[in-house]
Nanobody, 115 residues
Framework: QVQLVESGGGLVQPGGSLRLSCAAS????????MDWYRQAPGKQRELVAG???????NYADSVKGRFTISRDNAKNTVYLQMNTLKPDDTATYYC?????????WGQGTLVTVSS
């Protein structure tokens, strides 16, 4: 069974940092592109960052220079390092993989940026 489990969310002050983790299981992790999405209250889910099996990355313009996506294939885990957080980054963050013909999502982890 393909499963994604996020962790690392929480409450942080503006300008602070958090690192999200997504532990994957049930599939050959190192051959799939992994993504982080987020969804703020009342807004559509949006792509934040992605990383291919070769390690190439892409980012939403709103997070470029502040967020870094990485992966550890030995641990079947993808990370999202978030620095210089802003209140607009407040959202539930989801790990995602397009596995064969299915979209697989984690349960999400809430990030709240507030003073």
């Amino acid at each position: 069974q393909v499963q994604l489990v996020e962790s690392g969310g929480g409450l942080v002050q503006p300008g602070g940092s958090l690192r999200l983790s997504c532990a994957a299981s049930g599939f050959i992790f190192n051959i799939y592109t992994m993504d982080w999405y987020r969804q703020a209250p009342g807004k559509q889910r949006e792509l934040v960052a992605g990383i291919t099996r070769a390690g190439s990355t892409n980012y939403a313009d709103s997070v470029k220079g502040r967020f870094t996506i990485s992966r550890d294939n030995a641990k079947n885990t993808v990370y999202l390092q978030m620095n210089t957080l802003k209140p607009d980054d407040t959202a539930t963050y989801y790990c995602h993989v397009a596995y064969r013909y299915s979209e697989v999502w984690g349960q999400g982890t809430l990030v709240t940026v507030s003073s």
